[in-house]
């Protein structure tokens, strides 16, 4: 049941989440799965709703570095990154505090423990008013995109959906930067919401992006750096062909910037001769914050069997395009 969130909304899901409940929340990022992360049951909820292996662990959502800091074990470089940039769309692996109270499923059973505090409003007032850390994962069925708005999380779950806090669209609409700082080694997992520039520049030195697009699930040498990202992640139905400069007869185009000089090949006219539900422009400015924030929304909207595959321009691997590019290259895979 979807329920715009207000005070009282805020109440009733907290009432939810305190008794083991699950409730899709709002943030900054996408909407979230949310579950009390103390608690072994509602945690097991999560992966019986999404259909997730247990092997893939959740990021626990908290209101502060202070309650992060009872959980994990804060180094230098999370401190700084903390102050730079929670709340927001950063994650960040830690070791887990030998105490940890975290429910060992929320983890997977691995002993670090990913961590987050989230800007959106009603995800904080949230978390304040349950006191509670909150296990959250994107509210969609494992393997299929994640929801930027409400009616997404409904789209996913059909009736057996949880209750659904509603904040409108998500602002960014892209999951949250993960980084590991559980070794002596940083790395940046996932590409997201805030850019590797941004990180580099508060800690004074690079990090480096792993690739996990290029990881060899097989490689069972060396444990898998983010259990979650080798594992099949959303692909359309229909083929997604990359950095397009023109568009086969059959092909919807996802553009970015100005689509003035696509045609369409043998003699099809002009991309823009295309009907709206086959045209769709992530940002007609070219603004990558702006592409960002209609990227599943729009991917979603184009993933009709009417069309024989979706061609996308080519975006700009700079600042957040890099979480772009790299949602679109799993799409493609
Ligand atoms: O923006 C976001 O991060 C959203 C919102 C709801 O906060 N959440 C989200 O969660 O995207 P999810 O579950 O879809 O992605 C979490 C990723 C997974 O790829 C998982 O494998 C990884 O984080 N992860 C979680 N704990 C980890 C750990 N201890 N070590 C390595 N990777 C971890
Ligand atoms: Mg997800």
Same mark, same amino acid.
């Given at each position: 049941m979807i329920k715009t969130a207000n005070k009282d909304s805020i109440q009733e899901a907290a009432t939810c989440l305190r008794r083991g409940d699950l409730v899709a929340i709002p943030t900054e990022t996408v909407y979230g799965l949310a579950a009390n992360a103390l608690d072994e049951n509602a945690v097991k909820k999560i992966f019986a709703l999404k259909n997730r292996p247990a092997i893939n662990p959740l990021i626990i959502h908290v209101p502060s570095l202070e309650m992060a800091d009872r959980f994990v074990v804060i180094n230098d470089m999370a401190r700084r990154l903390a102050t730079a940039f929670w709340p927001g769309a950063l994650t960040m692996i830690l070791p887990r505090r030998e105490n940890c109270a975290i429910a060992p499923s929320a983890s997977a059973g691995l002993p670090t423990l990913a961590v987050r505090v989230p800007s959106h409003p009603v995800?904080?007032?949230?978390?304040?008013?349950?006191? +509670?850390?909150? #296990?959250?994962?994107? #509210?969609?069925?494992?393997?299929? $995109?994640?929801?930027?708005?409400?009616?997404?999380?409904?789209?996913?779950?059909?009736?057996?959906?949880? =209750?659904?806090?509603?904040? &409108?669209?998500?602002?960014? &609409?892209?999951?949250?930067?993960?980084?590991?700082?559980?070794?002596?080694?940083?790395?940046?997992?996932?590409?997201?919401? $805030?850019?590797?520039?941004?990180?580099?520049?508060?800690?004074? @030195?690079?990090?480096?992006?792993?690739?996990?697009?290029? #990881?060899?699930?097989?490689?069972? @040498?060396?444990?898998?750096?983010?259990?979650?990202?080798?594992?099949?992640?959303?692909?359309?139905? $229909?083929?997604?062909? +990359?950095? #397009? $400069?023109?568009?086969?007869?059959?092909?919807?185009?996802?553009?970015?910037?100005?689509?003035?000089? =696509?045609?369409?090949?043998? &003699? &099809?006219?002009?991309?823009?001769?295309?009907?709206?539900?086959?045209?769709?422009n992530l940002s007609e400015e070219g603004d990558l914050d702006e592409a960002a924030a209609n990227l599943f929304k729009m991917m979603r909207a184009l993933d009709n069997p009417a069309h024989k595959g979706i061609a996308v321009m080519a975006i700009p691997n700079t600042g957040i395009g890099i979480a772009i590019n790299d949602r679109l290259k799993r799409a493609a895979g």
């Open positions: 995800a904080l007032e949230l978390l304040r008013s349950t006191g +509670l850390p909150l #296990a959250a994962p994107s #509210a969609n069925p494992s393997g299929t $995109i994640s929801p930027t708005t409400p009616r997404h999380v409904i789209q996913g779950f059909g009736d057996r959906s949880p =209750m659904t806090l509603a904040a &409108g669209p998500c602002k960014i &609409g892209l999951e949250s930067t993960i980084i590991d700082l559980s070794t002596n080694a940083p790395e940046i997992l996932r590409a997201g919401g $805030i850019t590797p520039e941004q990180i580099s520049d508060v800690l004074g @030195q690079n990090i480096p992006l792993y690739d996990s697009t290029s #990881a060899q699930s097989t490689d069972d @040498q060396q444990a898998p750096k983010s259990p979650g990202l080798l594992l099949k992640h959303y692909s359309p139905s $229909i083929p997604v062909r +990359l950095n #397009a $400069i023109d568009l086969e007869q059959g092909e919807a185009l996802l553009a970015f910037g100005s689509d003035k000089f =696509m045609g369409i090949k043998n &003699g &099809g006219g002009p991309a823009s001769a295309l009907p709206d539900h086959s045209r769709m």
